[in-house]
């Protein structure tokens, strides 16, 4: 069965994000320090943040709000109001932070989009996704797009059919084992691992090597050549 259509993340697949949650993480860690070492405010926030998604989904404005209901819990509600305020001001500079696409996305997408349809497919807020998409000058090498809560097996074959076709026909790629990987198999079509040097703790997952239907990619750029063997 030919593929149709090429879905593709966005977060640190075409730009990075994971560096800002880093460097937020460390600031976290400094304004908190008199109450936990690094070692127990990661996890405490880590913990959090697993059981707000349930309620916040993924994405900035979530974790700026777990990291305040963090500061308050082990801080016994004696956090200063001006910790609070820097910790606002962390989670703002996430939402409107500069979007850099990485080397040789674009050149990548003109590519892909030669080889089948191209539809963006992300998880996370839907005002800070659009407005990442539109800030990194991408957009207009999508025909679709498509922003989730969550990325399953039935996400995926419901979103591939809203653009014409099926998940077994289809193709998604990116840096999540977890989200862009398993769960795209599970749904019967093909995936492609880009690996980003930083991994999120909740999308870390065992790689399915052995898949025929599974490649792992240096680059957005070494995508081509594997769906010409496909194709």
């Known amino acids: 069965?030919?593929?149709?259509?090429?879905?593709?993340?966005?977060?640190?697949?075409?730009?990075?994000?994971?560096?800002?949650?880093?460097?937020?993480h460390k600031r976290f860690n400094e304004l908190l320090s008199d109450f936990a070492d690094e070692d127990?405010?990661?996890?405490?926030?880590?913990?959090?943040?697993?059981?707000?998604?349930k309620s916040y989904g993924y994405g900035a404005k979530g974790f700026t709000l777990s990291m305040?209901?963090?500061?308050?819990?082990?801080?016994?509600?004696?956090?200063?109001?001006?910790?609070?305020?820097?910790?606002?001001?962390?989670?703002?500079e996430m939402m409107t932070h500069p979007i850099e696409p990485l080397p040789g996305v674009e050149e990548a997408l003109i590519q892909l989009k030669e080889r089948g349809c191209l539809v963006l497919i992300t998880?996370?807020?839907?005002?800070?996704?659009?407005?990442?998409?539109?800030?990194s000058g991408l957009g207009s090498h999508f025909s679709g797009v498509e922003i989730?809560?969550?990325?399953?097996?039935?996400?995926?074959?419901?979103?591939?059919?809203?653009?014409?076709?099926?998940?077994?026909?289809s193709m998604m790629t990116g840096n999540s084992?977890?989200?862009?990987?398993?769960?795209?198999?599970?749904?019967?079509?093909?995936?492609?691992l880009i690996p980003y040097p930083l991994v999120w703790e909740h999308e870390r997952a065992e790689k399915p090597e052995g898949n025929p239907r599974y490649r792992e990619v240096e680059t957005l750029g070494g995508l081509p050549a594997w769906l010409d063997e496909i194709l």
């Open 1 to 24: 069965m030919p593929l149709t259509i090429i879905g593709v993340d966005a977060d640190d697949t075409l730009w990075h994000t994971e560096t800002v949650f880093r460097l937020t």
């Open 123 to 135: 998880k996370g807020d839907l005002f800070h996704q659009e407005s990442k998409l539109a800030a």
């Open 40 to 53: 127990a405010l990661e996890a405490r926030l880590a913990a959090i943040e697993r059981e707000n998604m």
């Open 177 to 192: 084992v977890k989200s862009d990987i398993l769960p795209m198999l599970a749904a019967g079509g093909y995936a492609a």
């Open 68 to 92: 305040l209901q963090t500061a308050l819990e082990v801080s016994d509600g004696n956090v200063s109001t001006k910790v609070i305020r820097e910790l606002l001001d962390a989670g703002r």
């Open 148 to 169: 989730v809560s969550e990325k399953t097996p039935e996400i995926y074959t419901k979103a591939f059919a809203r653009h014409g076709g099926t998940a077994e026909s």
